[in-house]
């Protein structure tokens, strides 16, 4: 299975760009549970001047066949090992009370539903999972095989600096 990484947000809460801090761990990360990885960006086929997430899932989904997994930028504290268990599992994650759309396999038909939903201004992939009838993987069961946070979304200053804590160190040495 392949592995699309996503680095187009505008990181306009974080106030630097998220691949410049995480893109390394999460590259390694994901190269030692995935045949191939890619860093992709958004799709612009059609053009458009909105901005959000579902534009990179759906440029990934363009160039895949097969079931893939799609990976946001933002998970520095991801293992390899947990995503060779979500690869092998399937379904959508669920990690401190909210689906982790962002760290999912998805199947190549989505893409002509993702097209619908754009076309119809519905941006929201949680919306997307709930249409798709996406199986979720509970929370407790995530925690009772992995310790620590490796699904921590990182998006604000605030989530920066807890998941610094917990990794011990800085993301970037130079911020």
Not at 30 to 38: E, I, L, P, S, T
Not at 159 to 166: F, M
Request: aromatic share 8%.
């Amino acid at each position: 299975m392949d592995c699309y990484i996503l680095t187009g947000g505008q990181s306009r809460r974080m106030g630097i760009p998220k691949q410049d801090l995480f893109l390394d761990l999460v590259l390694a990360a994901a190269r030692g549970a995935f045949a191939n990885v890619f860093v992709i960006n958004r799709d612009d086929d059609p053009p458009h001047d909105e901005t959000a997430p579902v534009f990179g899932v759906l440029a990934a989904l363009r160039r895949v066949h097969e079931r893939c997994f799609i990976l946001a930028v933002d998970y520095p504290l991801i293992t390899t090992e947990v995503l060779a268990f979500l690869r092998d599992r399937g379904g959508v994650p669920m990690w401190r009370g909210r689906a982790q759309v962002l760290c999912a396999s998805y199947e190549p038909w989505l893409a002509s539903l993702i097209e619908r939903r754009i076309a119809e201004g519905r941006l929201d992939l949680r919306g997307l999972i709930d249409e798709a009838g996406a199986e979720m993987i509970a929370e407790a069961e995530l925690r009772t095989r992995f310790a620590g946070e490796p699904l921590m979304n990182v998006n604000t200053p605030e989530e920066l600096a807890e998941a610094e804590r917990i990794h011990g160190q800085r993301f970037l040495a130079s911020r």
